[in-house]
């Protein structure tokens, strides 16, 4: 059985990250991880991502900004952004969506199985 995305996430906090892979792959999604934007920049350049959900605060680039690069990179690859704040911070137009922190699973992957589903098919994919 294949997956049914490649989600890349990225959380500076490593058990954040670790909940959160543990809870996609559990919905059969196969998981890229990063604890720095320069480390999800080169995950987001060297494989097929079809999301990426991010920390909004991250050391170095924020998430708004992580998601304004990747934009350029690959403007069809759907970026969900994840907060604590009660607002969208600034610069939130630059991702998809915004998560925010402390939303339930189910509610996440609804959202999530929303955006995927939002995705233009790549050209160049293969049906199998």
Same mark, same amino acid.
């Given at each position: 059985m294949s997956?049914?995305?490649t989600i890349l996430c990225?959380?500076?906090e490593e058990l954040s990250l670790k909940i959160r892979k543990l809870v996609l792959?559990?919905?059969g999604y196969t998981v890229l991880t990063a604890t720095t934007s320069d480390a999800a920049l080169v995950l987001f350049e060297t494989n097929n991502v079809?999301?990426?959900?991010?920390?909004h #605060? /991250?050391?170095?680039?924020?998430g708004t900004e992580l998601a304004q690069?990747?934009?350029k990179l690959k403007p069809s690859v759907p970026i969900a952004l994840l907060t604590g704040l009660p607002d969208p911070p600034e610069g939130a137009a630059h991702a998809d969506c915004v998560i925010v922190k402390g939303e339930e699973p189910p509610a996440v992957l609804t959202k999530?199985?929303? #955006? /995927?589903?939002?995705?233009?098919?790549?050209k160049?994919?293969?049906?199998?």
């Amino acid at each position: 059985m294949s997956s049914l995305a490649t989600i890349l996430c990225v959380d500076d906090e490593e058990l954040s990250l670790k909940i959160r892979k543990l809870v996609l792959e559990g919905a059969g999604y196969t998981v890229l991880t990063a604890t720095t934007s320069d480390a999800a920049l080169v995950l987001f350049e060297t494989n097929n991502v079809d999301l990426v959900i991010t920390d909004h #605060i /991250l050391p170095g680039l924020c998430g708004t900004e992580l998601a304004q690069k990747m934009k350029k990179l690959k403007p069809s690859v759907p970026i969900a952004l994840l907060t604590g704040l009660p607002d969208p911070p600034e610069g939130a137009a630059h991702a998809d969506c915004v998560i925010v922190k402390g939303e339930e699973p189910p509610a996440v992957l609804t959202k999530i199985a929303e #955006i /995927l589903s939002l995705k233009p098919k790549s050209k160049g994919a293969s049906a199998r």
